[in-house]
């Protein structure tokens, strides 16, 4: 047996001892991305081999919440894909102006910068006073994060641009207080956002929703589990409600291919048809 061969059966294992020690299901997740971000955190805690991680996770849920935190995909800025936004002002909000109470599920929030962009352009539209935005992900941490609404400046000129390119309208820096190295989010953006734990891969169907945001997560699983999650948003989503997936995923030959009508292929933004 080839070492590469030993270390697909370590993973199989450990992925196993993480779903039935404390229902995290990773073992539908992208293969390569699983396999790499195992072998870095073998690399960065000075074991030899990734069944050496087993033990640890079996008996301690500390060691085993870092490991999750390894394993979650946190890449994401404010107004990231300024042209998404953009197009769901464009296309999708005089549809939610319709409505006199508007729900929106952000699956995938991460650290909570898109939640909190798509929170100023529903301000700017003058319809977010009517909006519950449900923001969920299944990693603790960067829940956490994303309640804080306290963010790193570094990259503030990126997220003016940013802002601008998605169409704001006001001064960006109405939105925050900032200090020599954060800033902090106000506290108005907050007020009909409420985080939660939420497992795409565990977890049923989430009310009944006009618009549903899962940016860069489906790149992450399989073809199964793809499927499976869309399934789960189309059940989540009243007919003629709007679904909003990263740019480089596609519901294209998918099992809800035929229940969804596109309204922007390029930004990948679909509309539940009715009767679906």
């Known amino acids: ?91 999708v909000f005089p549809f939610l102006e319709t409505h006199p109470y508007i729900k929106i599920w952000h699956a995938g929030c991460a650290t909570g910068e898109e939640v909190y962009s798509l929170a100023i352009l529903l301000k700017e539209a003058g319809i977010y006073d009517r909006c519950t935005i449900f923001a969920t992900d299944f990693n603790d941490s960067a829940l956490e994060v994303a309640k804080e609404a306290i963010y790193r400046i570094d990259n503030m000129k990126q997220c003016l641009l940013s802002y601008r390119n998605a169409g704001g309208v006001n001064s960006f820096s109405e939105y925050y207080t900032a200090d020599s190295d954060s800033i902090v989010l106000n506290k108005e953006l907050k007020k009909n956002i409420t985080f939660a734990n939420h497992n795409l891969v565990l977890d049923s169907v989430f009310g009944e929703m006009h618009l549903i945001l899962c940016r860069n997560v489906l790149i992450y699983f399989n073809k199964s589990l793809q499927s499976k999650t869309l399934e789960l948003f189309r059940e989540s989503l009243v007919p003629g409600g709007f679904l909003c997936i990263g740019t480089k995923e596609s519901i294209n030959f998918t099992t809800v291919s035929d229940d969804f009508y596109t309204i922007a292929e390029k930004e990948k933004i679909y509309r539940k048809k009715y009767g679906a």
């Not at 997740?29 to 030899?48: F, I």
């Not at 033990?55 to 919440?65: E, K, T």
């Open 1 to 91: 047996m080839t070492p590469i061969e030993i270390e697909e059966i370590e993973l199989d294992l450990l992925l196993e001892s993480m779903y039935k020690r404390y229902g995290y299901d990773f073992r539908n997740y992208a293969r390569s991305s699983l396999m790499r971000r195992a072998k870095l955190v073998v690399s960065t805690t000075g074991y030899k081999t990734i069944s050496d991680l087993i033990p640890g996770l079996m008996h301690d849920r500390a060691y085993f919440l870092n490991l999750v935190h390894h394993f979650s995909i946190t890449v994401t800025e404010m107004f990231r894909d300024p042209k998404v936004f953009l197009k769901l002002r464009e296309s």
